[in-house]
């Protein structure tokens, strides 16, 4: 899931893409746009002033003309508990986004990506 929405994602940023299909690519840890404007960052973890846990979100799209910084975590979980799990990775990244808004001086949204087993 993380894979098809990290191929996604970076066709819609116009970085470079060796294949059409996102079962045919390999998400790289870095990936920029054809301009440079957007920064795409793949499973890596965010250092900051200070120890956080839970600093190593599945992407991390990064703004550098608008500054902000969107921090993208997904899960599969049950038919019934997909708010819960939503909830439970907006908290997760609560402490990451207040030392990245800090340090970086930039403004950071969670955005969780969650799918049921039902697929909704």
């Known amino acids: 899931m993380c894979a098809v929405l990290h191929f996604n994602i970076c066709k819609e940023i116009g970085a470079k893409s060796e294949s059409e299909q996102w079962h045919d690519r390999v998400p790289k840890l870095v990936e920029r746009s054809h301009e440079g404007k957007v920064v795409m960052l793949w499973d890596v973890q965010v250092q900051t002033d200070r120890t956080v846990p839970d600093s190593k979100p599945d992407s991390i799209v990064c703004g550098n003309e608008t500054g902000t910084c969107v921090l993208i975590d ?7 508990n997909v708010i819960k799990r ?5 908290l997760k990244y609560r402490d990451r986004t ?3 808004q800090c340090v970086e001086n930039m403004k950071v949204k969670v955005i969780p990506v969650i799918i049921g087993a039902t697929g909704r």
Do not use: D, L, M, N
């Open 74 to 80: 997904g899960a599969i979980g049950g038919g019934r």
């Open 98 to 100: 207040v030392s990245v």
């Open 86 to 90: 939503e909830a439970e990775k907006i």
